[in-house]
Protein backbone atom coordinates (compact mmCIF):
# COMPACT_ATOMS: atom_id res chain seq x y z
CA UNK A 1 0.00 0.00 0.00
CA UNK A 2 2.98 2.50 0.89
CA UNK A 3 6.25 1.92 -0.10
CA UNK A 4 9.70 4.13 1.03
CA UNK A 5 12.45 3.66 -1.15
CA UNK A 6 15.98 5.23 -0.24
CA UNK A 7 18.84 5.50 -3.05
CA UNK A 8 22.32 7.67 -3.27
CA UNK A 9 24.79 5.74 -0.90
CA UNK A 10 27.81 4.36 -2.46
CA UNK A 11 31.68 4.56 -1.71
CA UNK A 12 32.82 8.96 -1.50
CA UNK A 13 36.45 10.33 -0.57
CA UNK A 14 36.70 12.15 2.62
CA UNK A 15 35.86 15.84 2.31
CA UNK A 16 33.77 14.44 -0.45
CA UNK A 17 29.55 15.58 -0.97
CA UNK A 18 26.57 12.85 -1.24
CA UNK A 19 23.39 13.15 -1.74
CA UNK A 20 20.23 10.89 -0.43
CA UNK A 21 17.58 10.74 -1.80
CA UNK A 22 14.01 9.16 -0.32
CA UNK A 23 10.46 8.53 -1.63
CA UNK A 24 7.44 7.60 -0.47
CA UNK A 25 4.76 6.71 -2.91
CA UNK A 26 0.88 4.97 -2.84
CA UNK A 27 -2.10 5.86 -0.91
CA UNK A 28 -0.92 8.99 0.56
CA UNK A 29 -3.15 11.82 1.78
CA UNK A 30 -0.01 13.85 4.32
CA UNK A 31 3.06 13.55 4.99
CA UNK A 32 3.37 14.46 8.86
CA UNK A 33 7.61 13.92 9.06
CA UNK A 34 10.12 12.87 7.26
CA UNK A 35 14.10 11.81 8.90
CA UNK A 36 16.62 10.13 8.25
CA UNK A 37 18.76 7.84 10.60
CA UNK A 38 21.75 6.11 10.13
CA UNK A 39 22.97 2.92 12.11
CA UNK A 40 26.67 1.25 12.43
CA UNK A 41 26.68 -2.18 13.30
CA UNK A 42 25.98 -3.42 16.10
CA UNK A 43 25.12 -0.02 17.35
CA UNK A 44 21.70 1.34 17.79
CA UNK A 45 20.04 3.63 15.17
CA UNK A 46 20.50 7.13 16.12
CA UNK A 47 18.66 10.27 13.87
CA UNK A 48 20.56 12.18 11.20
CA UNK A 49 17.82 14.84 10.57
CA UNK A 50 14.02 15.35 10.46
CA UNK A 51 12.10 17.61 8.90
CA UNK A 52 7.77 18.35 9.45
CA UNK A 53 5.17 19.41 7.36
CA UNK A 54 4.96 22.41 9.64
CA UNK A 55 8.20 22.84 11.27
CA UNK A 56 11.74 23.46 10.05
CA UNK A 57 14.49 21.09 10.07
CA UNK A 58 16.33 19.83 13.26
CA UNK A 59 19.46 17.77 12.69
CA UNK A 60 21.96 15.93 14.97
CA UNK A 61 25.06 17.63 16.42
CA UNK A 62 27.59 15.83 14.36
CA UNK A 63 26.26 16.91 10.89
CA UNK A 64 25.03 20.43 11.64
CA UNK A 65 26.68 22.54 9.23
CA UNK A 66 27.36 19.77 6.93
CA UNK A 67 24.10 18.18 6.37
CA UNK A 68 20.77 19.48 4.51
CA UNK A 69 17.60 17.61 4.60
CA UNK A 70 14.55 19.18 2.49
CA UNK A 71 11.31 17.92 1.19
CA UNK A 72 9.14 18.00 -1.97
CA UNK A 73 5.90 17.31 -1.17
CA UNK A 74 4.99 17.18 -4.81
CA UNK A 75 6.82 14.14 -5.24
CA UNK A 76 6.72 13.02 -1.67
CA UNK A 77 10.38 12.77 -1.76
CA UNK A 78 13.09 14.07 1.45
CA UNK A 79 16.69 14.59 0.29
CA UNK A 80 19.71 14.36 2.74
CA UNK A 81 22.57 16.73 1.21
CA UNK A 82 26.25 16.24 3.05
CA UNK A 83 28.96 17.87 2.33
CA UNK A 84 32.71 17.44 4.00
CA UNK A 85 32.36 13.67 4.48
CA UNK A 86 34.09 12.06 7.01
CA UNK A 87 34.88 8.42 7.98
CA UNK A 88 32.66 8.63 10.68
CA UNK A 89 29.69 9.35 8.82
CA UNK A 90 30.03 5.73 7.61
CA UNK A 91 26.59 3.81 8.21
CA UNK A 92 23.59 2.21 6.90
CA UNK A 93 21.22 5.42 6.12
CA UNK A 94 17.09 4.72 6.82
CA UNK A 95 14.61 6.52 6.16
CA UNK A 96 11.85 7.12 8.23
CA UNK A 97 7.99 8.50 7.20
CA UNK A 98 5.25 9.40 9.26
CA UNK A 99 2.15 9.92 7.29
CA UNK A 100 -1.92 10.15 6.87
CA UNK A 101 -3.31 7.68 4.33
CA UNK A 102 -6.16 8.06 1.63
CA UNK A 103 -8.64 6.40 3.69
CA UNK A 104 -7.89 8.08 7.34
CA UNK A 105 -7.21 5.94 10.61
CA UNK A 106 -4.15 6.30 12.27
CA UNK A 107 -0.88 8.05 11.47
CA UNK A 108 1.30 5.23 10.56
CA UNK A 109 5.40 4.97 10.87
CA UNK A 110 7.17 3.47 7.54
CA UNK A 111 10.55 2.51 7.32
CA UNK A 112 12.49 2.29 4.31
CA UNK A 113 15.35 -0.72 3.92
CA UNK A 114 18.47 1.69 3.89
CA UNK A 115 21.13 2.77 2.06
CA UNK A 116 24.96 2.18 2.47
CA UNK A 117 27.56 5.27 2.90
CA UNK A 118 30.90 4.49 2.77
CA UNK A 119 33.57 7.36 3.55
CA UNK A 120 36.87 6.30 2.70
CA UNK A 121 40.33 6.72 0.80
Known amino acids: QVQVEESGGGLVQPGGSLRLSCAASGSIFRIRVMAWYRQVSGDKRDLVASISSGDGPSYADSVKGRATISMDNAKNTVYLQMDSLKPEDTAIYYC???????????????WGQGTQVTVSS
Open 96 to 110: YTVLDGVRGGRPTAY
